[in-house]
């Protein structure tokens, strides 16, 4: 079973109400396969790396034939996001089954970290029991936030793993706990994990495991306010990791020389 396939049929578009639009492209051959290992986003802030993983990840548009318009899908595990096999409750039965999503931003819901986990993820009730049923996770610290995040959405048994700037506001403990996190995770059932983190892209260029994959050419267009059309270009550099294990063996060995 090809647990975390994405094939890629460029270009991608997609609108939000008539006033503003993203287009994804790539120059050669338009289709791209991601599959069985760890690809890295590159690019300016606003640049559209967000929206491009919340599209792989069925969060964003409207999941229906007209989700993606005109031109260019996705298919994960050969089912094509525009297609007649999907719908709302589909791509919902997908995201649980097959996709753990870490946002950029901690959203916790007002109740304790128990019951966040509980109702977030809850796939297993043993494992609630390592949460306070009192503390709420308003009360902790950005980085203690986002390890109580890690322990609720990174789940060991799910093939694909989206992380958003998950480095972000961690000190070198948590940094050390996340790649321990990522390590045991690809060594039992990850397949595919699609990283964004400015802290960590300089490094990540110069690392001999990854290569340079593609370049996404981005179109956004803005109408809102009943302006002119505002048309601005950006670009997302796409780098593959080859020696995943290598990559997270190095990881933590630095956090634990930090």
């Not at 958003?164 to 397949?191: I, K, S």
């Not at 809102?224 to 933590?252: H, L, M, S």
Request: proline residues 4%.
């Amino acid at each position: 079973m090809d647990a975390g396939r994405f094939e890629v049929i460029f270009p991608l578009l997609m609108k939000w109400e008539d006033t503003f639009s993203i287009k994804f492209d790539v120059s050669g051959d338009k289709r791209k396969v991601f599959e069985d290992g760890i690809y890295y986003l590159e690019g300016d802030n606003g640049a559209g790396k967000t929206t491009f993983l919340n599209i792989l990840a069925l969060t964003a548009g409207r999941i229906s034939k007209k989700s993606i318009p005109g031109r260019g899908t996705v298919r994960f595990n050969y089912l094509a996001y525009n297609g007649d096999g999907l719908d709302p409750l589909k791509a919902a039965d997908i995201r649980e089954k097959f996709f753990c999503i870490y946002p950029q931003k901690a959203f916790f819901l007002p109740v304790s970290t128990r019951d966040n986990y509980l109702i977030l993820n809850g796939s297993d009730p043993e494992k609630a029991n390592q949460f306070s049923a009192h503390q709420y996770p308003d009360l902790l610290s950005g980085g203690q936030q986002q390890q109580v995040l890690m322990d609720i959405v990174l789940d060991d048994k799910k093939p694909v793993w989206f992380l958003d700037e998950p480095l972000t506001n961690l000190d070198a403990e948590r940094r050390l706990y996340f790649w321990n996190t990522l390590r045991q995770g690809y060594r039992r059932a990850v397949r595919t994990i699609f990283f964004i983190d400015h802290w960590i892209g300089a490094q990540i260029k110069q690392e001999t495991g990854f290569k340079h994959r593609d370049v996404l050419k981005v179109t956004l267009e803005n109408s809102q306010g009943g302006k002119e059309i505002e048309v601005a270009t950006r670009q997302i550099d796409i780098y593959e990791c080859r020696w995943p294990e290598t990559f997270f063996n190095d990881q933590i060995e630095k956090s634990e020389r930090e």
